[in-house]
């Protein structure tokens, strides 16, 4: 951003850029090497035979435990696949958002939502040329829970655990909760609209705070919010498979440009709409919204710059 800040010094007061909307992907990658799963199921003193009834064992375990946390704390917990008819059609971060906001919930657990959707896992069957049973890693669908909460330092975030063998953890964190939560510890005055940050007292303190958010020693973070969902992870270490292995998945890198005023901000609106209009799809304006199309959408999404005479 540093030419559009030196061609509109006398507009902007500066710009402030850091990893946003993050996802972290936890893998238990013992388990995908190859017979890998089989060994870790014979440690457990678990047959192929009798996989089936240990998986829905585990899957159960899996499942009490994250409703258990929110029952414990008053929490609801919901099942997305029968809530409402207008309820469903919210997406599961603005439903808990809305949960959060109807109860007051500042802090801790806001709710827990259940939800079958598609996975990699293992299933056992027989291989056609042995008539052995074999352990394979396919496709399928199965039950995922998202605990949803407000942590004291990273915010609205959610957790979610796969129920069913291999147990991918997926956490998601925002980063600009976090950072007006490090200025509000710091005492630094902020205006904030949504998701974007328009002023800060101390802009060269908040960027600072933000190289430290990029640096933080995130295995040891995320592995203590998979402890919370994964109660099997103490027997999995205890069998020689060590943890999981976390891989970004999925950021952004945000940047709020601060304007002196709306004023200034309304005399280059124009020139950025067209440029953002020409130079970016559909599908990008749905990204920056938190938006992604739907498999079962039917209508088109649209950009349109023409210009039409007035009158």
């Known amino acids: ?6 061609l509109h010094q006398h507009r902007v007061t500066g710009s402030l850029a850091m990893f946003d909307r993050m996802i972290f992907k936890g893998h238990l990658t013992a388990l995908y090497k190859q017979d890998g799963a089989r060994c870790f199921l014979w440690s457990q003193g678990v047959a192929l035979k009798d996989f089936t009834e240990y998986a829905k064992a585990t899957t159960e375990r899996i499942a009490n435990n994250a409703r ?10 919901i099942s997305f696949d029968h809530v409402k008819t207008r309820d ?5 971060d603005e439903l808990a958002k809305s949960i959060a906001e109807r109860d007051g919930i500042n802090e801790g657990i806001v709710c827990l ?3 079958v959707e598609s996975c990699y896992s293992f299933q056992v069957r027989k291989r056609n040329q042995t008539g052995k049973l074999e352990l394979f890693r396919r496709e399928r669908k199965c039950l995922h829970h998202y605990l949803y909460l407000i942590d004291p330092e990273f915010g609205f975030m959610h957790i979610r655990i796969q129920g069913w063998i291999p147990y991918e953890c997926q956490i998601y964190i925002n980063g600009r909760e976090w950072l007006a939560r490090q200025l509000d510890k710091a005492n630094i005055g902020y205006v904030r609209w949504d998701n974007a940050l328009l002023a800060i007292d101390n802009l060269d303190k908040a960027c ?3 190289e430290r958010f990029a640096h933080k020693a995130w295995p040891r973070v995320l592995n203590a919010f998979a402890r919370r ?4 992870l103490p027997a999995i270490a205890a069998a020689g498979y060590g943890g999981y292995y976390w891989v970004l998945d999925q950021a952004e890198i945000a940047t709020d440009v601060m304007f ?6 309304l005399e ?3 020139d950025l709409v067209r440029h953002a209009a020409l130079n970016m799809s559909s599908e990008d304006v749905l990204g920056f919204l938190g938006r992604k199309l739907h498999p079962s959408l039917q209508a088109q999404v649209v950009t349109d710059a023409k210009r039409r005479p007035q009158g």
């Open 229 to 232: 969902l994964n109660p099997l």
């Open 88 to 92: 469903r059609l919210l997406h599961k």
């Open 68 to 77: 258990k946390l929110a029952t414990d704390a008053g929490r609801p917990v």
């Open 113 to 115: 939502i259940s939800a």
């Open 1 to 6: 951003m540093g030419a559009f800040e030196d």
């Open 208 to 210: 600072l705070l933000c």
């Open 260 to 265: 002196t005023n709306r004023a200034k901000l």
């Open 268 to 270: 280059v609106w124009p």
